[in-house]
């Protein structure tokens, strides 16, 4: 008999190892959000909402547990939508600015104009940690603050281009 309390009976099904294995995920998800001062707002199954603040701004974020496939979503909503006139440059502006990226990455919705940074992580038969929870949160959050204010300028007519240079070589700085 194993001493990990991960390793499930043989006898239950794998469905209901992943379902046991989930809410333990939604579980550790919320204590962490409570327990690091994030004040989440439950929003349904495995999903929390949570207001993030800076002195520049800030911006709304989701964390979302997927518990059919042990995947954890974090996304930071933009508190800007692109205009419709001005959505292929935001588009380019976002491309841009993922190129690189290991991690994490930008959504754009071509009808609305809303953004999102988004991070997620696939934790299939690993227990989820507040390391991995925070990782992801941090990624999430990153992304967000350091490319808004570009997204912002192109928003207003700044050219994709001369905006992510501004973000991503501040000064002028070549590479």
Request: aromatic share 8%; hydrophobic share 40%.
């Amino acid at each position: 008999m194993s001493n990990d309390p991960y390793l499930e009976r043989p006898e239950q099904s794998v469905a209901s190892q992943r379902h046991a294995r989930g809410e333990r995920a939604v579980a550790t998800l919320g204590r962490f959000l409570a327990d690091d001062g994030w004040r989440p707002r439950p929003a349904g199954p495995g999903r929390f909402v949570m207001s993030y603040r800076r002195e520049s701004g800030g911006f709304e974020l989701w964390a979302e547990l997927v518990v059919a496939s042990e995947q954890l979503v974090v996304s930071a909503i933009a508190p800007l939508t692109a205009p419709a006139a001005r959505r292929a440059a935001a588009a380019e502006y976002l491309a841009r600015a993922g190129w690189g990226l290991y991690v994490g990455g930008f959504d754009l919705n071509m009808d609305t104009g809303e953004v999102r940074a988004r991070c997620g992580l696939d934790f299939e038969g690993e227990p989820l940690s507040p390391r991995l929870i925070r990782n992801t949160l941090t990624i999430t959050v990153r992304l967000m603050e350091t490319y808004l204010p570009g997204l912002a300028r192109v928003c207003d007519g700044v050219a994709p281009l001369d905006a992510i240079h501004a973000i991503e070589h501040p000064g002028g700085q070549a590479t």
